[in-house]
């Protein structure tokens, strides 16, 4: 490479320290990029890309960005998971020898923004960290936004940890460069997260405060990677941070990454919304703290009965009391985001407006409290004494800032009077500066006798007297000095004006910039408060939750769960929460649920479509509201408590994961099956169909088998494959249901009505009429099906699939021995679209090729 110009050669050196990071380096006004960066910046932010030295052999790439609109930029980047290095200069231009110096001041990455609008303030923006010891994982969680820390250690293997990080909202993950490049890369395209490395793990004696609750060393250790990371490469104050929550994973119900995507709890799978998942519907808080909280709840259930207890009792009374129950949420409306603020305080980016809002929302903590002491209940009238009115805090904004402060803290207007004596004396002088001059122009028009005397300030000249020329000749001599000439006037001043100018002005400057200082004093002294708005924070969000469990409880007719000690389970009219809010109003088909040792497993046949997957969800999404003290969806439910919620959605219908192969599918039953105990739930639907009939079928058999035996968790599960319903001759603790659907007319009509037994029929073939395709082909297909059926070639029970052939596989029939297929009528039916159908290799698609394939080949037939 050809010899850098000094500067470049100092570009180089800082990039060198940062290189997972898009360097900002300043310029002037602009932030350039040079080299690979400019490249990559050029495209992801859609901007020119330059060269420098473009007359030389080699010219470097570069693109730059406006200073003042880099936030826009940065944005753009952070949120696709890139961090940027903001360099500046340091030392004035002016006055440098050589190059100016220049530092990296800040870097900005996915977990550690505390910017505004960077920033969705109904979510926690997480940043972990990731340590592995022997035979453990730890994990930290920090939300530098409000000062939040949690950590948790993992005695299981790696899917565990796996399973629990993507249930969490994180953006970027700390961990040691020598983490396992495997599990890197895990956790890069599985989780989608920034990865940081931070090798250093001492613990730093600043930290004590935070860590005092933590025993074991390898929590100290690991906190100390995510503290060290924080402290080395972001310079931040570390403040406002809260002593680490240590999350005992077994106070609560856990869910598998699958479980949370496929229930839909906090997004929907294809849209990534939070409209049409749980969340909307049990979402009801007011506050931007209340949202954030029950976000948490959902993504953590609980296990423990009297916390649960505690939570539905608070729910029951403010769901009585619904007229304090309306008073409290308009309360609630009017209280700030107190533990986002308390984070911007300890940042120093606070303005005299937000602290006002802040004076402002603490004056309701009395109302609030008195409110709480209004219910009946006990539980809610204890939680009255988690508020207290912190008056210092109070008193302090009251008398030091004015009501209506601008929104920068430099230019003064902030402070009020009587609240520092200084600033007292210089707002006078310059208040009554002002008077004397007023005072000066009457007295010098009676003296000249000139009355269209005036006395103006500017910028450049300050004050002076301006006598129009016609006049001139009425001033005396001798006191007047010319300032300025304009066409038909002259401006003079006299040095008794002058001395009052300067006092003036002077005045004015020390009073802004007195102001200023005062105004970071208060700042910092509200950093000694940080503590008791986090507490506070906390009650307020707490309180939100409740009332929202309350009101969206009342709103959609939801009953309180009663939970029995047998571990058996009894749903009277159950419904969807989700669906039926996106349903005509009380058209959604109630079922009940009953499960118990005897009935653990039910086998659900029916048709597609038909509300085999809604059933076995409306089950999941019932638990998992009981367990966050929620109301449910039903007529009456007595539940029992779950420790662990496994779904698994066979491949076929699992169109968002894309890379779902059947592989995946077997990979994951396996993670369910080596976890679940005999107080989880499993939800497997559909599973096997990623694979040929009698594959699935036999795998299907064997899982339902092995949980019937060894594992007794209580587990649904759907299926297409008839076959399988005559294990409940077999299985005792098996049962099936199905969903009825009769057929009108050569029409099927779903009731979505859950009856006791097996399904008769597939229905499949009048649900593809449904779908619209074209009759002829619907004709054929009904021939198929009777030439098939005619056969026989329904095995009415299928060989145990323990019976694997001598390598260990499952085989159960080889090609030739395959009963029927549907090539034996091939002759028939002649179409360019069987022939593309048929040279299909089916696994190497993904379920989202195999849609668009079909919806090609279906276009073909359909013209
Ligand atoms: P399956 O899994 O049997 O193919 P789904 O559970 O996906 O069927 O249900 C298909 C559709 O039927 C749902 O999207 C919903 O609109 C409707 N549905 C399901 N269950 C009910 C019900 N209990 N009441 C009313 N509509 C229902
Ligand atoms: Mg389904």
Redesign the pocket.
Known sequence: MAKQTPMMEQYLRIKAEHKDAFLFFRLGDFYEMFFDDAVLAARELEITLTKRDSNSDDPIPMCGVPYHSAENYIKILVEKGYKVAICEQVEDPKVAKGVVKREVIQLITPGTVMEKNMLNEKENNFIASLSHFENSYVVVYSDLSTGENRIALFETDWSGVIHELYNQPIREIVVSSKLDEDLQTQLRERLKVTLSYQDEVTFNAEYRDLCNNLHDERLLNAFSRLLNYIQHTQKRSLDHMQQAELIELDNYLSLDMYSKRNLELTETMMKKEKRGSLLWVLDKTVTAMGSRMVKKWLERPLLNRTLIEERLEIVDGLYQQFMERDDLREILKSVYDLERLAGRIAFGNVNARDLIQLRESLKKIPHLKALLEQFSQPEIQRLAQNFYYPTHIVDLLDKSLVDDPPISVKEGGIIKDGYHQQLDTYKDASRNGKQWIAALEQKEKQETNIKSLKIGYNRVFGYYIEVTKANLHLLPEGRYHRKQTLTNAERFITPELKEKEQLILEAEEKSVELEYQLFIEIRDQMKAYIPELQRLADAISHIDVLQGFATVSEANNYVRPTFAMNHQLQIRQS??PV??QV?KEG?????NIDLDEENNILL?T?????????????LALTVIMGQIGCFVPCESAELTLFDQIFTRIGAA?DLVAGQSTFMVEMLEANHAIANATDKSLILL??IGRGTSTYDGMALAQAIIEYIHNHIHAKTLF?THYHELTALENTLANLKNIH?RAEEYEGNVV?L???KQGAADESYGIHVAKLADLPNPLIERASEILNELEGKGAKPTSLPSAQETNSTGQLSLFTEAEAPNKASSSKAKVESPVIEELKAIDLFDMTPMDAMNELYRLQKMIKK
Do not use: A, L, W
């Not at 058209?587 to 079922?591: A, D, I, K, L």
């Not at 029916?606 to 409306?618: D, F, I, L, V």
């Open positions: 419904r969807h669906i039926e349903m058209s959604f088909v109630p079922n659900i029916g048709p597609n479509m038909s509300g085999k997957s809604t059933y076995m969800r409306q219908d639907d559909e759907s969903v779903f979505h009505q859950i």
